[in-house]
């Protein structure tokens, strides 16, 4: 059984550019949820993709964004990228919907620098 | 709103018992979480225990759910320099949107 990946591991950018994070769900799971975890706080909900809709939001602004693949993939894209945005970004996929009882799977994570 | 609340630091030496304690503020989620987070590392579920349930044993894990106190606790039983980790509550506050702690750092000392 393949678990999340992510990609890439670590990447700096400069502010005011445009960065993509790419996920694959682990086998078997069609819910993909991104999450932002800043150095020494817990992960924070960006939002979360089901059959390639984007089905619920946290508080972040309309420059995240994101999309669902139909193999379950997904990227998070951050435009006008900002100082504060630097920050480890996590993707984690569960199995069915969006359900609260499905248990979160998470990748290694991207560390975003920005500059 | 939704909060989940975790003591930064606690260290404990080799072999001791290791008590990391979460308070939340949503009663509403069928199950809660503990997550490990080793350095560099995502997260990795450790363990959950339902809602309906006062403790859950897991080989060397005990997690205790007082849900009048809102209170969450996990017991790693002759804790090893290999649980030095952040531990991570996670509260689903009844939706899909798992509310995390600040995370507790735990220190193993040999």
């Known amino acids: 059984e393949t678990g999340v990946t992510q990609s890439p591991t670590h990447l700096i950018k400069t502010r005011g550019q445009q960065v993509t994070l790419r996920c694959s769900s682990q086998s078997g799971h069609n819910t993909v949820s991104w999450y932002q975890q800043a150095l020494g706080q817990g992960p924070q909900f960006i939002f979360q993709y089901y059959r390639e809709e984007e089905n619920g939001r946290g508080n972040f602004p309309p420059r995240f964004s994101g999309l669902q693949f139909p193999n379950y993939s997904s990227e998070l894209n951050v435009n006008a990228l900002e100082l504060d945005d630097s920050a480890l970004y996590l993707c984690?996929?569960?199995?069915?919907?969006?359900?609260?009882?499905?248990?979160?799977?998470f990748g290694s994570g991207t560390q975003l620098s920005v500059l | 709103g939704e909060d989940v609340e975790q003591s930064l630091f606690l260290s404990v030496r080799e072999g001791d018992s290791s008590v990391i304690n979460c308070t939340y503020t949503d009663s509403s989620s069928t199950y809660l979480y503990w997550y490990k987070q080793e350095p560099g590392a995502g997260l990795q579920l450790l363990t959950y225990i339902f809602s309906n349930m006062d403790m859950k044993q897991d080989q060397r894990l005990t997690v205790l759910l007082n849900k009048k106190d809102k209170h969450l606790s996990l017991r790693i039983a002759d804790t090893q320099t290999g649980d030095s980790a952040i531990y991570f509550c996670a509260d689903p506050a009844g939706t899909y949107k798992y509310i995390f702690g600040t995370g507790t750092r735990l220190k193993v000392l040999a």
């Open positions: 984690a996929s569960s199995r069915s919907g969006a359900g609260q009882n499905e248990k979160l799977f």
